[in-house]
């Protein structure tokens, strides 16, 4: 029977609990626990040799494309107490305005985050169809109303109205221009609002920038004179024309309303149509004063003296232009 070496035996027991005690520190050390966050739910794996981080989520069945985010970067090798971020991208639709509507993919979480990360600008009047605190979901659109306006600015002319007032200075038939009419001006400000291009409301605004003035015309009120030609070619003015029935007499001698002898030129009248003393001048018969009244002389009727019995037969009965001289 062989004889076993103590020593040596002694030096072999120590020597395998070493390796023993080594292998379990090794073991210990390729645990890893390891925190993976997709999209905001949360997990834990914990394992031996796990590989990098594409290792894992290949074995967690998680699938990623060139759009998603994944932190730290896959090819990093996993070490105990690694943090794993997973962001899925959303699909969306961009509609802006007028353009064609673009499909993205965005890790955004909010419209305007969004819209700042598409370096897209709104102006105070366009219109979101989401709020901008709306959270991104896949599938959505977001339309943007682009709203725009128009100001234009014209002038109108107000017309001025003509007054017109009695004007004892001048004649009738004749008009002047007391004070010259001046038109009134309006501003008018209209502003059309389109969106996307299309007119989809107007306002107008009107503003009195200068009052119209009216104008002012006096009319003549003043009888014209009446220029009478005589047969001797005298011409006289007369104030008053009037037509009458005349009659002639002859009474040569007789004694008048005044007081005076009737004779050629004594013309009797009604008082209160042609005043006692008024000068006349009468067609076919020339001048004469009012002198006289009679029973049958009323309204516009007048009687003319003659110097004889003959020229009155003559004259007779008829209508006549009477003047009333100045």
Known sequence: MRKVNRKSIYCLSAAAVALLIGGSATAATAYKTISVDVDGNKQTVQGFELGTVADLLKKQGIQVGKDDLVQPTVTKELTDGTQILVKHAKAIVIQDGTKDPVSVHTLADTVADVLKELQITLNEADKLSLTATTSI???????????????????????????????????????????????????????????????????????????????????????????????????????????????????????????GAAGQGTIAVDPSVIPLGTRLYIEGYGYGVASDVGGAIKGNRIDLHFDSQAAALQFGRRTVQVYVLN
């Open 137 to 259: 979901e896949s599938g959505q659109t977001i339309a943007i109303t682009r709203r725009t306006q128009e100001v234009k600015v014209a002038e109108e002319v107000v017309p001025f109205q003509t007054e017109r007032q009695p004007d004892a200075e001048q004649y009738t038939g004749t008009e002047n221009v007391l004070t010259p009419g001046v038109e009134g001006k309006v501003q008018i400000t209209t502003t059309v609002y389109y969106e996307n291009g299309e007119a989809v409301d107007r306002k107008e605004d009107r503003k009195t920038t200068a009052e119209p003035v009216n104008q002012v015309v006096g009319f003549g009120t003043k009888q014209r004179p009446i220029v009478v030609a005589s047969r001797s070619g005298e011409n006289m003015q007369a104030s008053k024309m009037m037509t009458m029935a005349a009659s002639a007499y002859s009474m040569p001698g007789s004694r008048t309303a005044t007081g």
